[in-house]
């Protein structure tokens, strides 16, 4: 397993396995007939390309298998019970998969059309002396942002925002409740229960204004499809560290949280990784989102995502990632699988070392909150 994965970090193995490949498919493969040069020529020059892919996707899929015999052995499943020597660093170890998304790109995991078509930058614009907003909400979606004429005059939020999704229909949103909060029309929908979701019917100026920007239910998939599935979270968080168009992906393993492993892994968050809240703070934080990720899936985040720089106050890099839509690679296709609630930074004793993941709740959670008409407010 460490050996796969080392290979995946580092690059240059998957560059020898492509050329590898590519021996071993001129031995094994016929001379072709005579064409003509031109097309002989664009025909040597793709198969290297070609070869390569197929290597790199071939590497994705192991890495993935391994993750999914990993979460079966009996070692990880302690450790979902909190039995066992450093619970947190066997699940580590099972599911730490070294893939960014542009690790995907040109193979069957490919997210390129996730990322074009549904992530919606929500929030409310900072006051601007003498400016005048017509509408104080906002909704940033993807492909309509360039026919939208605040966005060309405005641009991305740079505050006060996160994401949401279209579900079902173009006037209906999904983001997570601790963003409907900044808005007062969702006062009296809030919950504030073990799911942080809110759902609201968006007025005729932030409804979708493209078909295939709609997020639609797949019936066909379950919480059972989750369990450790390639999932990419994928959202608009127009910081630094994101791509030239604001988006963002997060790709990794997910796992179902258990309420012993939500108790253990949260009352050994070091004080380091508190980010200066008071000890009476943090316990009724911990107190909240506990009841929030006993039903939840974690994945691992890149390196730093969950983490603010020291000495700084600037948001965590993941920030404004909150409420994006979760996609699970199932039956070998891309679908919808749950929202992005929460991240934050958790210790792995093993290693000696900070390890960031995310929480997201399933798709059931979101088809029982859409699946509520009386829970939902109204953004106008």
């Given at each position: 397993?460490?050996?796969?994965?080392?290979?995946?970090?580092?690059?240059?193995?998957?560059?020898?396995?492509?050329?590898?490949?590519?021996?071993?498919?001129?031995?094994?493969?016929?001379?072709?007939?005579?064409?003509?040069?031109?097309?002989?020529?664009?025909?040597?020059?793709?198969?290297?390309?070609?070869?390569?892919?197929?290597?790199?996707?071939?590497?994705?899929?192991?890495?993935?298998?391994?993750?999914?015999?990993?979460?079966?052995?009996?070692?990880?499943?302690?450790?979902?019970?909190?039995?066992?020597?450093?619970?947190?660093?066997?699940?580590?170890?099972?599911?730490?998969?070294?893939?960014?998304?542009?690790?995907?790109?040109?193979?069957?995991?490919?997210?390129?059309?996730?990322?074009?078509?549904?992530?919606?930058?929500?929030?409310?614009?900072?006051?601007?002396?003498?400016?005048?907003?017509?509408?104080?909400?906002?909704?940033?979606?993807?492909?309509?942002?360039?026919?939208?004429?605040?966005?060309?005059?405005?641009g991305y939020l740079g505050a006060n925002y996160g994401n949401c999704f279209y579900w079902n229909a173009p006037d209906l949103i999904v983001t997570t409740e601790h963003l409907a909060e900044l808005f007062p029309d969702s006062a009296k929908r809030l919950r504030k229960d073990g799911l942080d979701i809110s759902v609201a019917i968006v007025g005729e100026h932030l409804?979708?204004?493209?078909?295939?920007?709609?997020?639609?239910?797949?019936?066909?998939?379950?919480?059972?499809?989750?369990?450790?599935?390639?999932?990419?979270?994928?959202?608009?968080?127009?910081?630094?560290?994101?791509?030239?168009?604001?988006?963002?992906?997060?790709?990794?393993?997910?796992?179902?949280?258990?309420?012993?492993?939500?108790?253990?892994?949260?009352?050994?968050?070091?004080?380091?990784?508190?980010?200066?809240?008071?000890?009476?703070?943090?316990?009724?934080?911990?107190?909240?989102?506990?009841?929030?990720?006993?039903?939840?899936?974690?994945?691992?985040?890149?390196?730093?995502?969950?983490?603010?720089?020291?000495?700084?106050?600037?948001?965590?890099?993941?920030?404004?990632?909150?409420?994006?839509?979760?996609?699970?690679?199932?039956?070998?296709?891309?679908?919808?699988?749950?929202?992005?609630?929460?991240?934050?930074?958790?210790?792995?004793?093993?290693?000696?070392?900070?390890?960031?993941?995310?929480?997201?709740?399933?798709?059931?959670?979101?088809?029982?909150?859409?699946?509520?008409?009386?829970?939902?407010?109204?953004?106008?």
């Amino acid at each position: 397993m460490d050996h796969v994965r080392r290979n995946l970090i580092l690059g240059f193995p998957a560059a020898a396995a492509g050329a590898s490949l590519l021996a071993r498919a001129a031995v094994a493969e016929p001379t072709p007939a005579p064409v003509a040069d031109a097309q002989l020529g664009a025909q040597r020059l793709a198969e290297p390309a070609e070869l390569f892919r197929r290597a790199k996707e071939g590497f994705i899929d192991e890495a993935i298998e391994i993750s999914r015999a990993a979460l079966a052995q009996d070692s990880v499943q302690e450790a979902l019970a909190w039995q066992g020597e450093c619970p947190q660093s066997a699940l580590f170890r099972a599911i730490e998969l070294p893939i960014l998304a542009a690790h995907l790109d040109e193979t069957k995991y490919n997210v390129t059309d996730l990322r074009r078509r549904y992530p919606v930058q929500m929030g409310l614009p900072a006051p601007t002396p003498g400016a005048v907003h017509r509408h104080t909400s906002r909704l940033i979606a993807a492909l309509d942002k360039d026919r939208d004429a605040q966005f060309r005059n405005d641009g991305y939020l740079g505050a006060n925002y996160g994401n949401c999704f279209y579900w079902n229909a173009p006037d209906l949103i999904v983001t997570t409740e601790h963003l409907a909060e900044l808005f007062p029309d969702s006062a009296k929908r809030l919950r504030k229960d073990g799911l942080d979701i809110s759902v609201a019917i968006v007025g005729e100026h932030l409804a979708s204004q493209a078909p295939e920007q709609i997020i639609y239910d797949d019936p066909s998939v379950s919480d059972a499809d989750i369990q450790g599935s390639l999932v990419c979270i994928v959202g608009r968080d127009p910081d630094v560290f994101s791509d030239m168009d604001g988006a963002k992906v997060y790709p990794g393993i997910a796992v179902k949280m258990t309420p012993e492993f939500v108790y253990g892994a949260l009352s050994e968050i070091s004080q380091t990784n508190r980010h200066g809240m008071s000890a009476h703070d943090f316990e009724r934080f911990i107190a909240r989102v506990r009841s929030r990720m006993d039903n939840a899936y974690m994945m691992i985040l890149p390196p730093g995502e969950a983490r603010a720089y020291p000495d700084s106050e600037s948001e965590l890099p993941c920030q404004g990632m909150s409420a994006s839509p979760v996609f699970g690679f199932i039956r070998g296709a891309y679908r919808p699988v749950g929202i992005f609630f929460s991240a934050m930074c958790l210790e792995d004793v093993e290693r000696r070392r900070s390890v960031d993941v995310a929480f997201f709740h399933p798709i059931s959670a979101i088809r029982k909150l859409a699946g509520d008409p009386k829970a939902y407010w109204t953004m106008k």
